[in-house]
């Protein structure tokens, strides 16, 4: 079936026209396979787990299936690996509550200016601790000061914690790079993957990361936070937990009953990305599937950008759009007006994108873009076509050329 038949949502119609999502990075629409999953889930398999009745073995075995799913999805050596939460920052929370246990007073966390305060807020909180936390310099065009990196990583360093895509301009970081830096002195390396791992095929194994968090609702599911966490890690962390759970991994770190109904659609999530591929297995599956939905982004996004680089008041911020790896995301500023109200205009027009910072606070005070609101943010998903990217730019050329 046609990508756009399966979104239910692509239907809306505001003020007469089409709705034209532009909103992903901040949460994708779901195809009809996730509401199914979820609805179904409610109608026959509602229940805790571990019980010795149907309803609950079928909860276990579906919470072991979408595990087993997002260890092929992101590469990793096993379901143990794979723990849920609410959200990302939730779980980065507990893993940092954890990590600050392990720490000495003068151990050293590196994080970046460039990262969203999901993967910030958590360290910083562990100065309280006599952490020190130091920050990675970002470059003017929305990529990372590596030579700043290499200059703070020192015998000292613990965890490095930094994006692998930036939520604000899609800059994909040279996280290789990191990881050879990291090596050399032993420290953890965690990937916030939230905003890449809609865009590109994930592999801790090949990056060699200690963690690894997203976000399912990124990627065409539901609000489910996932942790990869490296074989044997995370049980040598003393997570938050109650004695009456299990303490191991990957359950020690999920704290509460779990959304079962959001994680079973997490798993129909992976099957939409699936879909889109083929090959012998699903691992086959997902990376042609992944690979399908990053060309089809890449091609519609130079359209976008050269569209909007036509457009006189518009300036563009981050890496430049011939930059590649990058994700589909670009955040601009209009000279005539604030973002909100260029957002505002484009809403009218049944065109929903984004404007502020996106939590990715630090990177917008740092170039000096706050005071004026912040950035307009437009991206791109596989639902994503040509007709949604012309009418946007004739939408901003009519309004601000
Ligand atoms: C790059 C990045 N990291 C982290 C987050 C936070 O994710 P969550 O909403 O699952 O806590 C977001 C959400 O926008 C994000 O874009």
Redesign the pocket.
């Known amino acids: 079936m046609n990508i756009r038949d399966q979104f239910p949502s692509l239907k809306r119609k505001i003020n007469g026209k089409s709705v034209v999502y532009l909103d992903g990075?901040?949460g994708t629409q779901v195809p009809q396979r996730v509401i199914d999953a979820i609805s179904d889930y409610y109608k026959t398999s509602n229940a805790n787990t571990h019980g010795q009745f149907a309803s609950s073995h079928e909860t276990d075995q579906m919470i072991q299936e979408v595990r087993n799913k997002l260890a092929v999805f992101l590469g990793a050596e096993s379901a143990d690996c794979i723990s849920f939460g609410q959200?990302?920052?939730?779980l980065n929370y507990s893993l940092s509550r954890a990590i600050g246990r392990v720490l000495q007073p003068g151990d050293e966390i590196l994080i970046t200016q460039l990262?969203?305060e999901?993967?910030r807020g958590p360290w910083l909180a562990l100065r309280e601790n006599g952490v020190v936390v130091r920050e990675v310099r970002m470059q003017p065009n929305g990529t990372l000061d590596y030579d700043d990196m290499a200059n703070k990583l020192n015998e000292r360093t613990r965890l490095v914690a930094m994006?692998y895509?930036?939520?604000l301009f899609g800059t994909v970081n040279e996280v290789e790079k990191v990881r050879d830096m990291t090596y050399q002195n032993g420290s953890w390396l965690l990937l916030?993957a939230?905003?890449a791992a809609p865009h590109m095929t994930m592999d801790v194994g090949a990056v060699d990361c200690d963690f690894l968090l997203c976000?399912a609702?990124?990627f065409y599911g539901p609000?489910v936070?996932i942790l990869y966490a490296r074989p044997g890690l995370l049980d040598s962390l003393p997570t938050d937990r109650l004695r009456t759970q299990e303490q191991h991994a990957p359950y020690s770190i999920e704290t509460g009953t779990l959304n079962h109904a959001a994680i079973t659609g997490v798993g129909a999530a992976i099957d939409f990305i699936a879909s889109l591929g083929n090959g012998p297995n699903l691992s086959a599956h997902l990376l042609t599937g992944m690979a399908f939905i990053h060309h089809h982004e890449k091609e519609l996004f130079h359209r976008l950008v050269s569209g909007l680089l036509n457009v006189r008041q518009v300036k563009i911020y981050g890496p430049s759009y011939d930059t590649w790896p990058r994700c589909p995301t670009v955040s601009f500023s209009v000279e005539s007006s604030t973002a909100s109200r260029v957002c505002r205009t484009l809403a009218n027009e049944g065109i929903f994108a984004w404007d502020g910072h996106?939590?990715?606070i630090r990177a917008t005070e740092v170039l000096g873009q706050i005071m004026f609101g912040g950035f307009v943010r437009m991206g791109l998903a596989a639902y994503s076509n040509l007709e949604d990217v012309e009418r946007t730019i004739e939408v901003m050329k009519k309004n601000y050329d």
């Not at 959200?87 to 939730?90: I, V």
């Open positions: 990075p901040a959200n990302m920052t939730t990262d969203h999901a993967n994006g895509a930036s939520n916030d939230v905003h976000s609702y990124k609000h936070g996106f939590y990715a």
